[in-house]
């Protein structure tokens, strides 16, 4: 019976989406980091897989169907930018230059890895798009011949590291402008920072969801010149 069950592909789906409105119930009475629902819902549904020994491709059967929304969603953000389009044409300066720089600033960090820790030209074209937008991440990280899967594993493991410490360094720096909370969250953290920035506010919100098409763009432009780099280096 549990088998069945568990090989229906409606499992994943249930699964995945009622432990996101747990996490989400969780986190509304108690704004602990662990209770973020995206967060709660990958550390639960992993500690399950392997407790009840269900394999990945299993769950995925379901779950794969909840990742086919990812890049509907990313272009829905757009709802919001229009609504706070003002703040864009007032900020459009320093967005792209914040965006550019930090494109730019995470690749050589990305290449000073590579010859600190000897990383071969696979896993550094892995790395390259690990702060972009699922969807984006998978063709730079094809093209460039990097490890998709590793690529997809470093992204969502960003974007849940910068949702959980993005307000905190907010507060801790006394950044309260909400453009650059908003650019800064999607930027470095894209879809899943973008969540949280929503929760931030309208502004935010639509910062964010600009700031993953803009990163985007960057890192696909960026990124093969970064790999020439570091084949060239060894």
Do not use: C
């Not at 949702?163 to 899943?192: C, E, R, W, Y």
């Amino acid at each position: 019976m549990v088998d069945h069950i568990v090989a229906n592909p409606f499992f994943g789906i249930v699964l995945s989406v009622s432990l996101y409105l747990i996490g989400a119930a969780l986190h509304k009475r108690w704004r602990i980091a662990l209770f973020t629902p995206l967060v709660f819902a990958i550390i639960v549904i992993i500690l399950l897989l392997l407790v009840a020994q269900i394999p990945f491709e299993t769950y995925d059967e379901g779950g794969q169907f909840i990742s086919l929304w990812i890049t509907p969603a990313t272009v829905a953000l757009a709802i919001k930018l229009e609504k706070n389009f003002s703040h864009l044409k007032k900020n459009v300066t320093a967005i792209l230059a914040g965006i550019g720089l930090g494109v730019l600033f995470h690749t050589v960090l990305i290449i000073l890895l590579s010859i600190v820790f000897q990383f071969n030209e696979q896993l550094a074209a892995t790395l390259l798009p690990k702060s972009v937008t699922t969807a984006i991440a998978i063709g730079v990280s094809e093209s460039l011949g990097g490890i998709v899967s590793l690529t997809v594993a470093v992204v969502v493991f960003t974007g849940v590291i910068g949702t959980i410490v993005g307000p905190p360094i907010f507060k801790l720096f006394k950044i309260n402008d909400p453009v650059a909370q908003g650019i800064a969250m999607g930027s470095g953290s894209h879809a899943m920072g973008t969540t949280k920035a929503i929760e931030m506010g309208d502004v935010q919100g639509a910062m964010s969801g600009l700031a993953i098409l803009l990163t985007g763009i960057a890192v696909v432009i960026i990124a093969p010149f970064g790999l020439m780099v570091i084949q060239a280096l060894f």
